[in-house]
Each structure stands twice: as structure tokens, then as C-alpha cells.
């Protein structure tokens, strides 16, 4: 049987590049010979924007369809206006293709570096939500630039939104062997939202009896990230939630170099999207320090997306057994991509 993945490429900027090169090395050794990889870059970022002014174009926007997966880098540079990238590009294809599923997995890797003390068991998975909650763009400024300025921005949350990624949850926690799932709101303040997601959480719950849950206040949840992060399995959470906690999350689990994402749109109508938390780190661009293992992490969690489990697991293998050997000595993103294929390849 011939199998083919057609995979879209955005290396972006600044470290971008580099990043997604040891993602492809990484991608390339582990892949089955049988398996066709259909690589296709697409030049998006600040580098682009500054030559033609242009973020996403449509039709590039439309020929991104065309792909069973999107590898990112990183978008973003000081030098274009903040918001430009970010709304014109990022949340843009995540609107398009219905990214309403944010993954981002946070595992303690043996040897890596945490602030916490005596080593907590870490591997939990949060669920973020990515197309509704504060970040739709509603709301708006009266009377702006005045001492009068009333500034609203509004936090949009659908039963249909809320219901399809708390259901996406609780399949993840089923699959996973603690099977327990925990809900992330403020429901005593922000108390319309808090009711919808509590009640649909409850409502879905009813149909994963197996699924062991609990709620938490976001501000009690940040506590307990630092406290007794090995409580936690599954977590699902609105996006502005989400976004925070899991800064925090990479935060104490080895850092910004190792945390890796999905933006996933679970049903596969379009393409899903895999990059490295970080972002396009202009500091130390062109100097060989990125480290590229959250980029071959996000490649694990493609390779997962796409039914390559196996496949997957030998790149989390292979990230495990490097960074148990790292000695602090920096290795170049070049080296560590190299020496990151020749073990999953292995
Ligand atoms: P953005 O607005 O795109 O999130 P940022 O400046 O907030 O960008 P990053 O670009 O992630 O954040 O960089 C934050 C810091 O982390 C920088 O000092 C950068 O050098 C460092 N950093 C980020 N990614 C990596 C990496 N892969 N390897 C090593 N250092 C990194
Ligand atoms: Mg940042």
C-alpha cells in the first residue's frame, strides 16, 4: 500500500526556520519508506509582510486546505506592529480551519530542568479552546482616548463551541490510563459563561462514566501547577484560560524550548496545524542556540494526528533518551536535530 502525507510548511520568522528544518530531518528518519512525504513552504511572516504588505493571502489561505497537515515555525518580529501577524495570520488560519481544539501536552522529561522542588510526576495534556471566549475580537472603545474611554471586549462562548471541545476532552481522557478529566472556568465571577461550561461539562460527563472529573477555579488551578501538578491528566479550559495556564505549564516543565502545540481541528474537515510554543526568539536567530526539541515534539503530535502512533512514540522516545543524556554543554539546533533523527530513526 502507498501512502502519502501532503504537509504544508510555514518556517516563518526568526528561529522559525531553523526550528522546522531539524522538525523535517526528524520527520523524514522516522517515516516509513512506504510513506510519500509531500512537503510544500509557503513564505508567511514578517519577512513577507515587510516585502508586499501581505499577511494570508486567500489564496494561499484556500491552497492550505489542500493538505492533510501544516508544520509552523514561528510568526513574528518587533519590527511589524503588534496585532498585524497575530490577527492577520495566526488567528486568521485558526478561524478559517476551525482550529477549535488548542493541545498542548506538558510532560517532566527526566533530566530537564524545573523550579519545582523534588521532581513532581508531570504528564498532563490541557485542552484549550481556540475560536471562541475573549478571543473573537467583540466589543469595542467609547469615547476613546478620553479620561471617559469605556473599553469592552467580549467573551463569546456557544453551546456548540463549549460542547464540541469539552466532548474532545473527555474522548482524550478516556484514551489516556488515569482516565480523569478536569474543567478549568471562574464560574463564581464570571458567572454566564461559568454556568454554560459547567452544565454542558456535566451534561457531556453523563456519557463518560469511566472518565474520573473534577472542577477547579482558574486561580486555584495555577496553584496547584506549582503545588501538585501530578494531579492532573486532561484538563479543558475557554481560551483565554488556557492560554495562560499553559505558559505556566511550559513554565515548569522544562521551559519555552521544550513545549509543543496543536491547533487542531479534530473532526479533519481542514487541515490541522503543529508549531512550538515559543516564538520566533529574534535574540538569538542566526546563531545556532534554538533549541528545536519542542518543534520535533509538535512533529510527534502531527505523526499522532495523522494515525502514526507508533511512529510518534519513537519521536517521544527519542526526545526522552536525548535529554537524558544532555549535559548542559550546547549542542547547535543542527547537531540536536541530527542527533534527534538518528535515535528515532534507530
Ligand atoms: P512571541 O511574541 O512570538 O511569543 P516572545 O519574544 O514573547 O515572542 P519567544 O520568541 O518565545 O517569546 O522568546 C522568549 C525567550 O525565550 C527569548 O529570550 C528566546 O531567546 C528564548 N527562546 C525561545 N524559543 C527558544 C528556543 N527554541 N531555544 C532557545 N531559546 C528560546
Ligand atoms: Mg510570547
Do not use: C
Not at 493571502?57 to 518587533?78: C, F, M, R, T, Y
Not at 522529561?109 to 475560536?131: K, Q, S
Not at 519555552?256 to 473532526?267: D, E, K, V, Y
Amino acid at each position: 500500500m502507498s501512502r502519502s502525507i501532503r504537509l504544508a510548511v510555514i518556517p516563518g520568522d526568526g528561529i522559525g526556520p531553523e526550528v522546522v528544518a531539524q522538525g523535517l530531518k526528524v520527520l523524514g528518519a522516522v517515516l516509513p519508506s512506504d510513506v510519500k512525504l509531500d512537503t510544500r513552504p509557503y513564505d508567511l511572516g514578517a519577512r513577507r509582510w515587510h516585502a508586499t504588505g501581505e499577511t494570508l493571502p486567500d489564496a494561499e489561505l484556500d491552497s492550505l486546505k489542500d493538505h492533510d497537515a501544516i508544520l509552523l515555525g514561528a510568526i513574528g518580529d518587533p519590527s511589524v506592529p503588534s496585532g498585524v501577524l497575530e490577527r492577520g495570520l495566526l488567528l486568521k488560519l485558526r478561524f478559517a480551519f476551525d482550529h477549535y481544539v488548542n493541545l498542548r501536552p506538558s510532560k517532566l522529561f527526566p533530566n530537564t530542568p524545573t523550579p519545582l522542588a523534588g521532581r513532581p510526576d508531570i504528564d498532563f495534556v490541557v485542552v484549550r479552546e481556540g475560536t471562541e471566549g475573549p478571543y473573537t475580537g467583540n466589543g469595542g472603545s467609547l469615547r476613546t482616548g478620553t479620561p471617559h474611554e469605556v473599553a469592552t471586549e467580549v467573551s463569546v462562548n456557544t453551546a456548540y463551541g463549549v460542547e464540541r471541545v469539552v466532548r474532545d476532552a473527555y474522548e482524550r481522557a478516556r484514551s489516556r490510563p488515569r482516565k480523569r478529566l478536569t474543567l478549568v472556568h471562574k464560574t463564581n465571577v464570571l458567572v454566564h459563561a461559568g454556568q454554560l461550561w459547567k452544565s454542558v461539562f456535566d451534561r457531556v460527563g453523563a456519557e463518560y462514566p469511566d472518565v474520573t472529573t473534577d472542577y477547579l477555579h482558574v486561580d486555584a488551578a495555577t496553584i496547584f501547577f506549582v503545588t501538585q501538578p501530578e494531579r492532573f491528566d486532561v484538563i479543558v479550559t475557554d481560551n483565554l484560560f488556557g492560554d495562560i495556564l499553559t505558559d505556566l505549564a511550559a513554565a515548569v516543565t522544562g521551559g519555552i524550548g521544550l513545549a509543543a502545540s496543536g491547533n487542531i481541528n479534530p473532526a479533519g474537515a481542514f487541515p490541522s496545524m503543529f508549531e512550538p510554543v515559543h516564538g520566533s526568539a529574534p535574540d538569538i536567530a542566526g546563531t545556532g542556540k534554538a533549541d528545536p526539541t519542542a518543534t520535533v515534539l509538535s512533529v510527534a503530535l502531527l505523526l499522532r494526528h495523522l494515525g502514526y502512533e507508533a511512529e510518534a512514540v519513537r519521536v517521544e522516545r527519542a526526545v526522552a533518551a536525548d535529554l537524558a543524556e544532555r549535559t548542559g554543554k550546547t549542542r547547535t539546533t543542527d547537531a540536536t536535530g541530527d542527533a534527534l533523527a538518528a535515535r528515532a530513526a534507530g
